[in-house]
């Protein structure tokens, strides 16, 4: 079945400790990308990656890290995690098939974080 | 910076009733306009993605229309049903970007 897929769906955690959230998607695609939802906020990219090795930030990527090593996992680091990084991440990708811009975009379920 | 509304924040409608969704964007030079669907709890779910250079998308009960040029974007559902309350995002692609920028969505009630 074609999906992506993120670990842990749900996590609590305290101010400071280093935690890492993983996505991974069977569909070969060339496009991930990592989105926090907030109540009131929507949805809001904090990073994306066009390929392997290819990164760039969305539009709230301080206070997190990415790395894109293998076409299939793009991992989300938060190397000091505060309070205010309390959310519901979202994973997602899509094929870019030789285009600009996302196509039709495949989410993972979530990962709800807190952060005491 | 790209600006996505949708308004209203919140419908609710009886069933069997046929509905729109309104999504407005700041900036014309978009790549494509999704529409996705977020039941509770859940990820999203794609419904529709219209290129920029169509006017329309069609799936089963479900119309999204795009108009560039003034910056809009409908979703029609027709002849609502129960099933299809959940809450409806779009999103816009700028051109020659990577981002994606949401809206904060609808959250759509189909009563009984």
């Known amino acids: 079945e074609a999906q992506v897929t993120q670990n842990p769906r749900y996590l609590i955690t305290v101010t400071g400790k280093k935690l890492t959230v993983t996505c991974s998607q069977n569909?070969?695609?060339?496009?991930m990308s990592w989105y926090r939802q907030d109540p009131g906020l929507g949805l809001r990219q904090i990073y994306y990656?066009?390929?392997?090795?290819?990164?760039d930030k969305g539009d709230v990527p301080e206070g997190y890290k990415v790395s894109r090593k293998e076409k299939r996992n793009f991992p989300l680091i938060l190397e000091s995690p505060s309070p205010n990084q309390t959310s519901l991440y979202f994973c997602?990708?899509?094929?870019?098939?030789?285009?600009?811009?996302?196509?039709?975009?495949?989410f993972g379920a979530g990962s709800r974080l807190t952060v005491l | 910076k790209q600006e996505v509304t949708q308004i209203p924040a919140a419908l609710s409608v009886p069933e069997g009733e046929n509905l729109v969704l309104n999504c407005s964007f700041t900036d014309s030079a978009i790549y494509n306009l999704q529409w996705f669907r977020q039941d509770p709890g859940k990820g999203l779910t794609s419904l529709l993605l219209?290129?920029?250079?169509?006017r329309e998308q069609t799936s089963g009960r479900l119309n999204a229309s795009l108009d560039k040029s003034s910056g809009r974007s409908t979703l029609y559902i027709a002849a609502s049903q129960p099933g299809d309350s959940a809450t409806y995002l779009c999103a816009v692609s700028g051109a020659g970007s990577y981002q994606l920028t949401f809206g904060k969505g609808t959250k759509l009630s189909v009563i009984p």
């Open positions: 569909m070969n695609h060339e496009y």
């Open positions: 990656s066009m390929n392997v090795e290819v990164t």
């Open positions: 997602a990708s899509s094929d870019l098939a030789g285009r600009s811009g996302a196509n039709v975009l495949t």
């Open positions: 219209i290129q920029s250079s169509q």
